[in-house]
């Protein structure tokens, strides 16, 4: 019952955009911190951003002036913006909730609540 999904993801040119969503079900977000994690083809697992229930928000500095993360507690979802897309930005995308605060959550790797998924996204040159 408790879930996160993930979806937005596709196939898109260097220099384009793309939108991300995040969907929870079986709890309330509102609560919750709330981030984006991404893994590329061989790497280790990178926080993309995250965003506190006091609406605080880190964007990761690979990312920073590109990408925004941003939430509608009404809607459950949380979003992500991806702008000026690079190659290097291929991988796949996860979402994921922290009962804690964002600070504590990001130094273990959001391991206080759930995990969604995830979704590929593909940046051609």
């Known amino acids: 019952q408790v879930q996160l999904v993930e979806s937005g993801g596709g196939s898109v040119q260097a220099e384009g955009s793309l939108r991300l969503s995040c969907a929870a079900y079986?709890?309330?977000?509102?609560?919750?911190?709330m981030g984006w994690v991404r893994q590329g083809p061989g790497r280790a697992l990178e926080k993309v951003a995250d965003?506190?229930?006091?609406?605080?928000?880190d964007i990761g500095k690979s990312v920073k002036g590109r990408f925004a993360i941003s939430r509608d507690n009404a809607k459950n979802t949380i979003y992500l913006d991806l702008n000026s897309l690079k190659p290097e930005d291929t991988g796949v995308y996860y979402c994921?909730?922290?009962?804690?605060?964002?600070?504590?959550?990001?130094?273990?790797?959001?391991?206080?609540?759930?995990w969604g998924q995830g979704t590929q996204i593909n940046v051609s040159s």
């Open positions: 965003n506190d229930a006091d609406g605080g928000t």
């Open positions: 994921a909730a922290d009962r804690y605060s964002c600070l504590q959550a990001r130094d273990k790797e959001y391991g206080g609540g759930y």
């Open positions: 079986g709890f309330s977000i509102s609560r919750y911190c």
